[in-house]
Nanobody, 128 residues
């Protein structure tokens, strides 16, 4: 069974940092494209970042320069390092299988059919 389990969310002050993890099982994680997606309260799904099995990475403009996606294929874990957090980063963060990218300056809205398997999500709240 393909399974993705996110962890690492929590409450952090503006300007702070968090690292999210996504533990993968049931498929060949090492060769899979992977993405992070978020959903803020009252808003649609927003693609955040993607990584392929090599060195290619992509980011939404809203997080570029602040967030870093990475993976440990030996441990089957996907990461999202989030620095300089803002209140508008408050959302439920999901990892999912698949690649996505959007044009610079665009709203990176997607729906659940855009990517493959999704995790259950982890809540990130940025507030003072």
């Amino acid at each position: 069974e393909v399974q993705l389990v996110e962890s690492g969310g929590g409450l952090v002050q503006p300007g702070g940092s968090l690292r999210l993890s996504c533990a993968a099982s049931g498929f060949a994680f090492g060769i899979a494209d992977m993405s992070w997606v978020r959903q803020a309260p009252g808003k649609g799904l927003e693609w955040v970042s993607a990584i392929n099995s090599g060195v290619r990475k992509a980011y939404a403009d809203s997080v570029k320069g602040r967030f870093t996606i990475s993976r440990d294929s030996a441990k089957n874990i996907l990461y999202l390092r989030m620095n300089s957090l803002k209140t508008e980063d408050t959302a439920v963060y999901y990892c999912a299988t698949g690649w996505y990218g959007c044009a610079a300056g665009s709203w990176c809205g997607i729906d659940r059919t855009t990517l493959g398997v999704w995790g259950q999500g982890t809540q990130v709240t940025v507030s003072s």
